[in-house]
């Protein structure tokens, strides 16, 4: 029986549009941050090593500091790690892995899978299926299935690419062959196939014995299951697998109907009650109607929530919130001359539809926070 953690698609040097500067710092240290997570638990658990099914770098053109920070992470881990090159990171003529700074700054306990058979211990062997380029036109794991069947005792498999009972869709030349790898689960020829690419945690086929272990750390809001390690003991006769918490992050969705300016204290208040709100990416949606004075008040919760949260994002596709334009909403703030013609105005067009509309009343309910001075 071997007792090891599984994880992948680190992507470390990740970045994302809708981040600050800041909040864009904290994301990058927090991938740094899953692999002292993933070491310690390697440890807690007696781990004899860490294999990594692909995607370690977000690509081969990372900055050289977050290769030496990555390094020096898993050399303080003092365990093992098997890297698997992925689409995002291949093993081609300019990859990060024959780099110099990844070289000259590699550990000892830092093993890259080139593709041939490396025996981790007595009896133990992993077979990596890295990937050559960004693309592949054959099934990614194929050429490491063959090589299993040449190996004695305990095989891991560690391959990288998209299920083909997962994304029917695809192009099926290039999607990992599923039944292939049961077959081989089957027969014994495998007892263990890692898989990387998925950002969810997933059981593939029947057998208990494949698995995506998720990424560490979130990077959307479409990942079902993100943000955990999986700890693996496999033998030729039994298989146990159990997921272990790796995720500090969360990326949110939440929709809202608002029919008055009673309903903002429900986004208020649940704004509030999220926990680890500088760890929390939010996508907000609103349904509904409020005039202008609910509108602003709406965008000043918004903003001064934003500061807090890492960011804060309105999900514009499922957003139709109708801006009512009461002749009460200007009549308290004095407006006069440009401002007063500019109103008006923009009250006319925002009546509308389409794109024209939808910015009449944004810039509508700007004037409006802008007349009270709160914007």
Known sequence: MVRFLHTSDWQLGMTRHFLRPEAQARFGVARIDAIRTIGGLAAEHGSHFVVVAGDVFESNLVDRSIVLRAL?????????????????????????????????????????????????????????????????????????????GEVEGTLIVVGHGAANTLVPDMDPGALIDVAAAEAAVAAGTVQYIALGDRHSRTAVGGSGRIWYSSSPEPTDYDEDDPGWALLVEASETACDV??????????????????????????????????????????????????????????????????????????????????????????????????????????????????????ARDALALLYRLSRGTA
């Open 72 to 148: 020096n992470a898993m050399r303080e881990a003092r365990v093992a790690f098997y890297l698997l090159p992925g689409n995002h990171d291949p093993l081609d003529a300019g990859s990060v892995y024959t780099s110099r700074v990844f070289r000259e700054n590699q550990p000892p306990n830092v093993h890259v899978l080139s593709g041939d058979p490396v025996q981790v211990e007595p009896g133990v062997t992993i077979v990596g299926a890295p990937w050559l380029s960004k693309r592949v036109s054959a099934d990614p794991l194929a050429a490491a299935l063959e090589r299993a």
């Open 242 to 359: 159990r997921a272990v918490k790796t995720s500090t992050w969360k990326f949110v969705r939440q929709s809202f109907e608002l029919a008055g300016r009673g309903d903002i204290g429900r986004v208020r208040a649940w704004l509030d009650g999220l926990a680890n709100k500088e760890r929390t990416i939010l996508k907000l949606s609103f349904i509904g109607a409020l005039n202008l004075a609910g509108r602003a008040e709406l965008d000043d919760v918004l903003a001064h929530h934003a500061e807090m949260f890492a960011a804060i994002e309105q999900w514009e596709r499922h957003t139709d919130l109708v801006l009512l334009a009461e002749e009460t909403d200007f009549s308290d703030l004095g407006l006069s001359g440009f401002a007063e013609a500019a109103a008006e105005e923009l009250a006319a067009a925002a009546g509308g539809e389409g794109d024209h509309a939808v910015g």
